[in-house]
């Protein structure tokens, strides 16, 4: 920076010390002058004074003899004095005797001084005494007082040049001092002061020589340690813009990994931030749109979507209010559908008004919310609508059907004995059979039929108009339930193993006296759960007295949790007996309830109850433990030998537990009986609905020791010749068939046949429900080994077969089993 002359110090200083100089000169000089000029003019006044008074005598003689010439010579003789300009003498009378004058205009005045100085001047004078007279004459001067004072005008000149000069030397020398001592200095320390680089960390310390102690000095260690101030403050200050350019960087890197889709849009519709989320949905690189107008972006999605998701920037824009969008339906480059919550807030950014758009994808959450959804309303095994999305349907469907004067039907599904599937093959078959059967339902059903899937085993199909008959509804609603139980009952083929199912179907027609959906479905269950009573595999349209049986039913249910919190169960035992001896030859155990009301009920009427319940196998494990117990106390009291056996019923669903072998070696072991003590009843339907896991399961336990008996044979399907390939020991007749054998032909042609087989094959037969002599007498005639029945004794409780037992003849006891 170059300063202009007149700025600086040095030439400030000098313009004022001239000034002040020459107006201090001047003032002086004037004052000076007057002082001079006033010596002057006294001077001159004396200089005249002592002239007149020596011409005096010489005008005296010429005035007393009238001497005009030598009056002339007085006035000649002043005349040559050159300042003066008229000389007069005149005589006693006022007589001029001689005058001699000189021009004053003749004279030049360079210097001006005439102006400055009055030239008006009275005549000096003197008066002449003359001897003897009484006046006096007078000797006048005349003179030009510029004349006279022209040697002072000449000194003056001089004096005033030379002050002017010294004045000038003077402001000269200042000037140079100032230049030397304050103004090269400080230029030199703002020349210093502009070279500072404060970013250097080393910095020189300014330093100005020759002046270290005084004022300029002090002044560069005030700005030494100002610079340094402000270099730490500098210093500070970069490295925080460094910081929080490193932070900046790191909450930028942060934003660009988050899985968010984030910009930040100016005003001016720039993009300011965006991360690396939002850059991919363009297919670009978020370098690549830094500072970037969105319309640029116009190109990379479809129109639609670029409206959806910069029009809103707009409104926030616009009224600086936060904004959000719950869902936003983006279809990015990459062709995906994704489904966006969206968040916008108005904001400054780097002092300018912009937006910051936040998106979370929320497509998963979105598909989750629908599966959870679909959930809800649907079976997961096999994707049929479930019981809430029936329920939820069937009211309507009923409303619809009343309107227009239609009838519609349930047609609720139930397999039989699923639950065996299940425990003895494994939930894979059941899956499968469950998958399967859906996959016929829903082949069988028409168009508007809903096939829907309650729970575990139960189907529904949902028939919304059959017709405007009733009884023509019902007659096809009975045709297409029974479709469909045949459709269920075709063979399954699962692991090369022919699985067969059945099922027990209920029928319920509406719409029915304005009856809720649940009771619709209530009533569709409980026909089907008559069917089942019936015998399953077969269909039962619902009936008002349905209802009552079912209630009944659930009766009974809560009557056995009750019975079994309350131990209102016992034991009775019905000895077997050998047909040819007569002797006891063992018993069977068989459950009663005493009922606090009711008396003894027949296992008959609850047992289906516990099996369908689950019941069963709580109690049947407490029929197993107690058995042994009252057979562990024979033993020990003599009573019970070797080769006696002691039936025990157990159910398909005990049968089917997992640690069923485990419960049976566990009540033998406790109450220390051998195993071949026990003989397992199980009906024929168990064997055929189960086989591979059953068999195992049977063979484990022959193998632990324990028999096996075939309960009411004759009544299932089952070939003698198909059981034996089982550990089985013996058949026992069922009572149906001994009932009438002395009357009925044909029965009677079943138990021979049955009786020579099983001789035949090595099995040994007990014969049921014997009540007569001549029942007994036929048995013995065709080689049945032993019977039960009320012939012999009723089922007796546990003191009364103990009688029956102590009361046997002392005969040595026979081995009636198998030499197993
Ligand atoms: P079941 O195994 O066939 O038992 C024989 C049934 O015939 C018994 O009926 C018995 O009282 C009856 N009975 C015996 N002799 C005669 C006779 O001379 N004439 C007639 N008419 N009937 C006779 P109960 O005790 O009512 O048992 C019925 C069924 O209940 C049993 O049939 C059995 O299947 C089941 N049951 C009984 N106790 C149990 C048990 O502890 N567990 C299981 N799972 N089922 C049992
Ligand atoms: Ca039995
Ligand atoms: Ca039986």
Not at 161 to 167: D, H, N, Q, S, V
Not at 806 to 820: E, F, I, K, L
Request: aromatic content about 6%; some cysteine.
């Amino acid at each position: 920076m170059t300063m202009k002359l007149g700025h600086h110090i040095a030439v400030k200083l000098a313009l004022v010390s001239v000034l002040v100089a020459l107006v201090l000169g001047l003032v002086l000089g004037a004052v000076q002058s007057l002082v001079d000029y006033r010596a002057e003019r006294e001077r001159i006044d004396q200089t005249i004074e002592s002239l007149l008074q020596a011409y005096e005598p010489a005008a005296a003689r010429a005035i007393y003899n009238l001497d005009t010439l030598l009056a002339e010579e007085v006035t000649n003789g002043l005349m040559t004095y050159d300042f003066v300009t008229r000389s007069l003498v005149v005589d006693e009378l006022g007589n001029e005797l001689a005058s001699r004058e000189r021009s004053v205009a003749t004279r030049t005045d360079p210097s001006g001084m005439r102006r400055l100085i009055p030239t008006e001047q009275s005549p000096y004078s003197i008066a002449i005494n003359i001897a003897g007279a009484e006046s006096t004459g007078t000797l006048i001067l005349e003179i030009d007082p510029l004349i006279a004072l022209e040697p002072f005008v000449q000194r003056s000149g001089t004096g005033l040049r030379l002050a002017i000069l010294r004045t000038m030397m003077i402001v000269a020398a200042l000037f140079l001092a100032a230049h030397w001592m304050v103004t090269r200095p400080l230029t030199i320390l703002s020349q210093r002061f502009r070279d500072v680089d404060p970013t250097v960390e080393t910095l020189e310390a300014l330093h100005i020589p020759h002046h270290k102690e005084d004022e300029l000095g002090v002044l560069t260690d005030s700005a030494n340690r100002f610079v340094k101030t402000v270099q730490n403050l500098l210093v500070e200050r970069d490295r925080a813009e460094k910081s929080s350019q490193a932070a900046y960087e790191n909450i930028r890197e942060l934003v660009d990994h988050l899985p968010q889709i984030i910009y930040v849009v100016n005003h001016e519709h720039r993009l300011m931030v965006v991360n690396r989320a939002f850059a991919a949905l363009f297919g670009r690189k978020p370098t690549d749109l830094d500072q970037a107008p969105v319309t640029s972006l116009q190109g990379y999605v479809s129109a639609n979507i670029w409206h959806k998701l910069f029009d809103p920037d707009q409104l926030v824009l616009a009224k600086q209010e936060a904004l959000q969008i719950a869902e936003q339906t983006i279809v990015g480059r990459d062709g995906r559908e994704r489904v966006f919550e969206c968040q916008k807030f108005p904001l400054d950014y780097r002092g300018e008004s912009a937006v910051l758009s936040v998106s979370i994808d929320i497509t998963e959450r979105r598909q989750a919310a629908k599966h959870i959804q679909h959930l809800a309303y649907h079976d997961s095994l096999t994707g049929l609508p479930n019981r809430n999305y029936l329920l939820e349907h069937l009211d309507q469907i009923q409303a619809q059907a009343a309107d227009a004067h239609e009838h519609g039907a349930l047609i609720f599904v139930d397999l039989d004995n699923f639950k065996n599937i299940n425990d003895s093959l494994g939930h894979a078959a059941g899956d499968f059979v469950l998958c399967e059967v859906s996959r016929r339902l829903v082949a069988h059903a028409q168009d508007q039929d809903t096939v829907s899937r309650l729970g575990s085993d139960e189907f529904v199909l949902c028939i919304p108009n059959i017709s405007h008959r009733g009884k023509e509804a019902l007659f096809h609603a009975e045709f297409r339930a029974n479709v469909i139980r045949e459709l269920v009952a075709a063979p399954f083929w699962f692991d090369n193993q022919r699985l067969n199912v059945t099922a027990s179907i209920g029928i319920a027609v509406f719409p029915d006296a304005e009856l809720a959906a649940t009771d619709l479905l209530r009533n569709a269950d409980i026909a089907m759960v008559t069917a089942k009573n019936l015998g399953k595999n077969t269909c039962q349209v619902f009936q008002p007295s349905m209802s009552e049986e079912a209630s009944r039913r659930l009766a009974l249910e809560t009557g056995l949790r009750q019975a079994i919190e309350e131990n209102q169960f016992f034991l009775t035992y019905q000895p077997q007996v050998d047909v040819s001896t007569g002797e006891i030859t063992g018993a069977e155990v068989l459950l009663r309830w005493k009922h606090p009301e009711r008396g003894i009920v027949s296992p008959l009427e609850f047992i289906p109850t516990l099996e369908s319940t689950g019941l069963i196998v709580q109690v049947g494990r407490w029929v197993l433990d107690t058995a042994c117990r009252d057979l562990a106390q024979w033993v020990t009291d003599g009573l019970w030998h070797p080769g006696m056996r002691l039936g025990v019923n157990v159910s398909a669903r005990q049968f089917a537990q997992a640690d069923f072998i485990h419960q049976v070696r566990h009540s033998t072991e406790e109450h220390g009986i051998s195993p071949s003590y026990l003989d397992m009843e199980i009906t024929e339907s168990m064997l055929i609905e189960q086989m591979k896991e059953t068999v195992e399961r049977m063979q484990q336990l022959r193998d632990y020791g324990v028999f096996f008996s075939i309960d009411d044979f004759g009544t299932g399907y089952s070939s003698l010749a198909y059981l034996k390939r089982l550990p089985i020991d013996v058949i026992k007749i069922d009572q149906s068939f001994i009932r009438d054998i002395t009357d009925d032909v044909n029965d009677a042609a079943i138990v021979e046949t049955i009786l020579a087989i099983a001789r035949h094959m090595k099995l040994h037969t007990v014969a049921e429900g014997v009540e007569t002599e001549q029942q007994l007498t036929f048995l013995k005639a065709n080689g049945c080994q032993r019977y039960q029945g009320y012939y012999f004794s009723r089922p007796v409780v546990v003191e009364d077969m103990t009688a029956l037992l102590q009361n046997q003849p002392v005969t040595p006891h026979r081995q009636t089993g198998t030499t197993a």
